[in-house]
């Protein structure tokens, strides 16, 4: 079954630098691949989502690679900021009816 | 954007009693939504798809006599914890999908605490 591994540990940087947060996914590659923001005790918020046959994407300070040969999408947040800290989660189709499976999410912390 | 409600956001309620969680999709129509539930720390975990104007597919493991789903128009979808337990404390969030695209919007969640 498909699996999807989020670091787990957190990632601390300084402010203005780039975050760059890892998904790895370890069976089919999905049509599509979305990336949710989650703060403390609320619902993800949705970000960026990026199909199979797109390499990048962009919006704003946020960008999404997806390589299906290395089974992974990386997340970039340029000129980060402290209200960038959170939980980000990976999330991919399960090729269902828009099921989505979910990665545990790492968690960013911006430092002032 | 696409804005998706829940309510209540905070409820407790005693253990052998009912809790009614709704799921409003607030300017779009949802002819799917998901039901989550989430423990600290962990995953979201898929408890069941609402479809509209038909039954709820339950995802392996979940309860479908202890979790109730209706969704009986196309804005509103709810969530009863019947029987409620304190294993059943815990973070619900539900989701709907917006027209035939892949954007999915979440709710803010609903707390659950059972005492």
């Known amino acids: 079954s498909q699996k999807i591994e989020q670091n787990s540990e957190a990632l601390n940087i300084q402010e203005g630098k780039t975050a760059t947060l890892t998904c790895n996914y370890t069976?089919?590659?999905?049509?599509?691949l979305q990336w949710y923001r989650q703060d403390p005790g609320r619902g993800p918020v949705f970000l960026l989502l990026i199909r199979e046959n797109e390499k990048e994407k962009r919006k704003e300070r946020l960008k999404v690679t997806f390589d299906t040969t290395l089974k992974q999408s990386l997340f970039h947040i340029t000129a980060s900021q402290p209200a960038d800290s959170a939980t980000y989660l990976c999330a991919l189709d399960a090729g269902n009816n828009r099921k989505l499976i979910w990665g545990l999410g790492t968690s960013l912390a911006v430092n002032p | 954007g696409a804005v998706v409600s829940q309510h209540p956001s905070w409820v407790i309620c005693k253990s052998g009693t009912s809790v009614k969680i709704e799921c409003r999709s607030l300017?779009?129509?949802?002819?799917?939504m998901f039901w989550y539930r989430q423990f600290p720390k962990q995953s979201l975990m898929l408890m069941a798809t609402?479809?509209?104007?038909?039954?709820?597919?339950?995802e392996q493991g979940v309860e479908k006599d202890k979790f109730l789903i209706n969704h009986a128009s196309l804005t509103l979808s709810t969530l009863t914890v019947t029987s409620a337990h304190p294993e059943d404390s815990s973070f619900y969030i539900c989701?709907?999908?917006?027209?035939?695209?892949?954007?999915?919007?979440f709710g803010e969640g609903s707390w659950l605490t059972v005492v």
């Open positions: 300017d779009f129509q949802a002819t799917t």
């Open positions: 989701s709907a999908a917006e027209g035939a695209g892949n954007t999915i919007y």
């Open positions: 069976n089919y590659s999905p049509a599509y």
């Open positions: 609402s479809n509209e104007g038909s039954k709820a597919t339950y």
